[in-house]
C-alpha cells in the first residue's frame, strides 16, 4: 500500500496555490516570475521541504514532495517549476551527497533559510546534459591557485535573476565539475530569451553567460560524471508540476461547464450527456496518472543499490502523466469550444504548459525502450 503524503506539506501547498494563482495569468502574459511569489515560497519554508532537518529544513521525502507541487501547480505550474527545482537538487543531494562536505552543509543551511537554487547545466550545443557530455563553460585556475575563472552560456535556467545560488557545471582541467556561483557576481549577465516561449512563460528560464567570472576556489563543489548517479527526482518533481497544471485545467474546465448556460439551450452545459462524458473521459485519465505518480513516488526510499533499477518505472510515470496531461487539456479545450482559446479562460495557457514536459528526459522512444528493456529482463 502507498504511504500517504505528508498533510501539513500538502496543506501549505494549497494555500500557496490559491494566493499565487491571482497572479498567474498575469504573470504569464508579461512572462515575468512574480516577486510575491518567490516572496511567499521562501517566507512559508516550502522551499525547505526536502531540506535535511538538521539543517533546518523538513527532510520530507520523495513523496511527500511530488504530492505538494501537484498542489502548487495547480496556481501557476510556472512557480511551481522554479519550487521543483530547488526540490529536486535538494533531494539529490541529500542522498548522494556528491557535493564537498562543508559545501553540502552550507548551502543547505542557506536554502533552509530562504536560498533559491538551481543546477544549471543545459547549454546551446550539449543540449540536455543528461545524455553525458563535457560542458563548454569552462573554469580555469587563477595563476595563485586560490579562484576560478568561468566563461560560458546556460540555457533553461529556470529561476533567473531570482536565484540565490547558482550551481553551475563547467568544464575543469577535462573533467565536469559544478561551481557555485552566488546571485550578483559581477560577470554573470542573464538574456531573457523565455517569456515569450510556448510553456512556463513567467518560469524565467532564461540563459545565464558568466564573463570572467570570478569566484573563490573553493567554490567548486563538486567533480565527477553528471550521469553516474541519475538522479530520481528531478523527473517525478517535473512530472508532478504537469499533473498539477492539467489537474486545474479539469478544475478550470468543470467550473465553466456548471456556468455557461447558452440562451438557446436554457441550461448549464453540464446537463448534457455529451459534455458529462467529455469531463469523465478528462477525470479516469487524471485519477488514473496521479494515482500511478504518487505511488511510484511512495516506493523510493533513497537507497542507493535501487537506483538504476529504478529508471523504468519513473520513465512509466512521467510517460503515463504526459500522456494523461495532453490529452486532458486536449479534451478540455474541446469540452469548452471557442472560448477556450482566449485568454477569457486559463485553459489554452494549461494547454501550453504542459506540452514543455514532452521535451524533458527521459520521454518518447528513449522512455519507452526503458521500460521495454526492464519488462524483456535485458
Not at 529544513?57 to 521543483?84: F, I, R
Not at 512563460?201 to 550521469?227: M, Q, W
Not at 512530472?239 to 492539467?246: E, I
Not at 504526459?322 to 482566449?342: H, P, Q, S, W, Y
Request: aromatic share 4%; net charge negative; charged share 20%.
Amino acid at each position: 500500500m502507498t504511504p500517504e503524503p505528508d498533510p501539513a506539506a500538502v496543506d501549505l501547498a494549497r494555500t500557496l496555490a490559491a494566493d499565487i494563482a491571482t497572479r498567474a495569468d498575469e504573470a504569464d502574459r508579461l512572462g515575468c516570475l512574480p516577486l510575491a511569489d518567490v516572496a511567499l515560497l521562501k517566507s512559508s519554508g516550502y522551499l525547505a521541504l526536502a531540506v535535511p532537518a538538521e539543517y533546518g529544513g523538513q527532510g520530507l521525502s520523495l513523496l511527500d514532495c511530488v504530492a505538494a507541487e501537484v498542489d502548487l501547480a495547480k496556481g501557476s505550474a510556472s512557480t511551481a517549476l522554479v519550487a521543483a527545482m530547488q526540490h529536486q537538487v535538494v533531494g539529490h543531494q541529500r542522498e548522494v551527497r556528491s557535493w564537498r562536505p562543508d559545501a553540502y552543509e552550507r548551502i543547505m543551511r542557506e536554502a533552509a533559510g530562504g536560498g533559491l537554487l538551481n543546477s544549471l547545466a543545459s547549454e546551446p550545443a550539449l543540449g540536455s546534459p543528461s545524455r553525458g557530455g563535457l560542458p563548454e563553460t569552462n573554469a580555469k585556475v587563477t595563476a595563485g591557485g586560490d579562484q576560478l575563472i568561468i566563461n560560458g552560456r546556460k540555457t533553461w535556467s529556470t529561476g533567473g535573476h531570482h536565484l540565490t545560488h547558482l550551481l553551475v557545471r563547467v568544464r575543469i582541467d577535462g573533467e565536469a565539475g559544478v561551481v557555485l556561483v552566488r546571485q550578483g557576481t559581477p560577470g554573470v549577465e542573464w538574456i531573457e530569451t523565455w517569456s515569450d516561449t510556448l510553456s512556463l512563460r513567467a518560469s524565467e528560464s532564461h540563459d545565464a553567460v558568466f564573463h570572467d567570472v570570478v569566484v573563490p576556489g573553493e567554490n567548486l563543489i563538486e567533480t565527477g560524471e553528471i550521469k553516474s548517479r541519475p538522479n530520481v527526482w528531478f523527473p517525478m518533481m517535473l512530472s508532478a508540476v504537469y499533473l498539477g497544471a492539467s489537474l486545474a485545467a479539469r478544475d478550470a474546465v468543470i467550473r465553466y461547464a456548471l456556468e455557461r448556460e447558452p440562451t438557446a439551450l436554457g441550461r448549464a452545459i453540464a446537463t448534457l450527456p455529451k459534455i458529462q462524458r467529455q469531463i469523465g473521459e478528462i477525470d479516469v485519465i487524471l485519477q488514473s496518472a496521479q494515482t500511478f505518480l504518487l505511488a511510484v513516488a511512495g516506493d523510493w526510499h533513497g537507497v542507493e543499490g535501487d537506483r538504476d533499477a529504478y529508471q523504468p518505472r519513473i520513465a512509466a510515470a512521467k510517460m503515463t502523466v504526459m500522456n494523461a496531461a495532453t490529452t486532458a487539456t486536449d479534451k478540455a479545450l474541446e469540452v469548452a469550444g471557442g472560448a477556450a482559446i482566449t485568454r477569457a479562460l486559463p485553459l489554452e495557457r494549461y494547454f501550453r504548459d504542459v506540452r514543455a514536459g514532452l521535451m524533458q528526459p527521459p520521454a518518447g522512444d528513449t522512455a519507452l525502450e526503458m521500460v521495454g528493456r526492464a519488462a524483456l529482463g535485458l
